[in-house]
């Protein structure tokens, strides 16, 4: 079975500039999580969706940070414009139906903004 | 507001000796609990996970977890640690139908030869 992908791996961009990521979640899988992982600290949820729809994008800077999941499999996280403190890796995780379902995460993508 | 700590930032201990990493909760319900562990270029893996029943929780890799819930802790263990152990370890925290999944800000496990 193949897992969560993710792409890209890394990012370099530079302040004021927008980036976006990619994910595919495992086939079947209703529940895809985006989070922000910072250096050194546990990872953030940014957005939770259930098929296409939002579940909790309450911890999501929405004046910069969107996201969509528009067919209920894919989705796309992108940040416009990107500020130095976005700096960290985005993980991508899916699950059955969320709950007390594993979470299976992604390699992440490493951003790095200068 | 719900939290999840994580008392020890980083732990050292020797191969082969036991291990325990604390965990504790702040949720107005009670809410599922994992620990996931996540090596160095590694993406995070479950260990373990207590939604209810048995509150003593088996893992994969020889971990366990106990669910006390007059603490709000989740303490994970294991009783004599691999050199392979040594990674970031992550307790983290859902309610019903996974909203506010919160995670611990980690603790480092380093492993003596």
């Known amino acids: 079975e193949a897992g969560v992908a993710q792409s890209p791996r890394y990012k370099i961009i530079e302040k004021r500039q927008s980036v976006a990521f990619w994910c595919n979640p495992i086939?079947?899988?209703?529940?895809l999580y985006w989070y922000q992982q910072i250096l050194g600290q546990g990872p953030k949820l940014l957005i939770q969706f259930q098929n296409n729809g939002v579940v909790d994008d309450s911890q999501l800077p929405k004046d910069r940070f969107s996201a969509e999941r528009l067919k209920g499999v894919d989705s796309t996280l992108k940040i416009q414009p990107a500020k130095l403190e976005d700096s960290a890796v985005y993980l991508c995780a899916s699950s059955l139906t969320g709950g007390s379902n594993e979470q299976f995460f992604g390699p992440g993508t490493r951003l790095t903004v200068l | 507001a719900q939290s999840v700590t994580q008392p020890d930032i980083h732990i050292t201990v020797s191969e082969g000796a036991s291990l325990e990493l604390r965990c504790n909760y702040s949720y107005g319900a009670t809410p599922y609990l994992f620990w996931y562990v996540q090596s160095p270029g590694q993406g995070l893996q479950l260990l373990l996970k207590?939604?209810?029943?048995?509150?003593l929780v088996q893992g994969i890799k020889g971990f366990e977890a106990e669910f006390k819930r007059s603490q709000s802790s989740f303490n994970l263990r294991k009783p004599s640690v691999h050199w392979s152990d040594a990674a970031e370890y992550f307790c983290a925290v859902g309610l019903l139908y996974g909203q506010n999944f919160v995670f611990g800000p980690g603790t480092r496990l380093s492993v003596l030869p």
């Open positions: 086939s079947g899988h209703a529940t």
């Open positions: 207590y939604f209810s029943g048995d509150t």
